[in-house]
């Protein structure tokens, strides 16, 4: 099966999650700056969530412009994958309402955690179709930031029984990680390019 229809599928999701973010953002009644100030939480949790699924869409177009067919295994792992994204508008609203709360956090950075997985399920299921020669299974290499990501989200849950803070500044922290756009894929498929036929 084609990739296209995956991708539009999933660029479509992407696009609906966001929409349904940023209808959260109620508009004050007042026109002082003053009538924000309340609103700052609600629109800092909604900058760092729409930054993670920026991270998403960016990686997941580089996870899928490595892949050349897809089956089913593919199909479920990415809908897998779109059912956590949906989740983020709830529990980006949970937090932004309640932000410095220990279960909106907790449930949060549970979210995070969830859809990392996910990806990860994602990109072994494509690298089990197409094999450990291929070129996703190269770019991938190592991955120390996908395994480390997890890592802290599971660290900052329980954190946030402790201090809220400590887990939102994690969650900020994985999110600046992976700003810069991952070019391992890029690098791998330049190579490849130059050097004959992808897989």
């Known amino acids: 099966m084609q990739k296209t229809r995956l991708e539009a599928f999933s660029d479509g999701v ?3 999650i966001i929409t349904i973010m940023v209808l959260e953002l109620k508009v004050p009644h007042d026109v002082e700056l003053d009538a924000l100030k309340p609103l700052l939480p609600v629109l800092l949790s909604y900058v ?65 955690l969830m859809a990392a997985i996910a990806y990860a399920v994602l990109q072994r299921a494509i690298i089990v179709r197409q094999g450990r020669e291929s070129t996703l299974a190269a770019a991938i290499g190592s991955d120390w930031k996908g395994k480390l990501s997890p890592v802290l989200y599971f660290a900052a849950i329980p954190l946030a029984f402790l201090s809220p803070w400590i887990s939102n500044a994690l969650y900020v922290f994985v999110a600046l990680m992976w700003l810069i756009p991952d070019s391992r894929i890029e690098r791998t498929l330049a190579k490849g390019e130059g050097s004959g036929p992808l897989r």
């Open 14 to 16: 992407l696009a609906i």
């Open 48 to 112: 760092l969530s729409f930054i993670y699924l920026g991270i998403y869409w960016n990686n997941h177009h580089h996870l899928l412009h490595a892949t050349g067919h897809v089956g089913g295994g593919i199909l479920w792992a990415n809908l897998h994958l779109l059912f956590w994204l949906s989740l983020f508008p709830f529990a980006t609203a949970w937090i932004g309402e309640n932000h410095v709360a220990p279960i909106p956090t907790a449930l949060y950075g549970f979210v995070l």
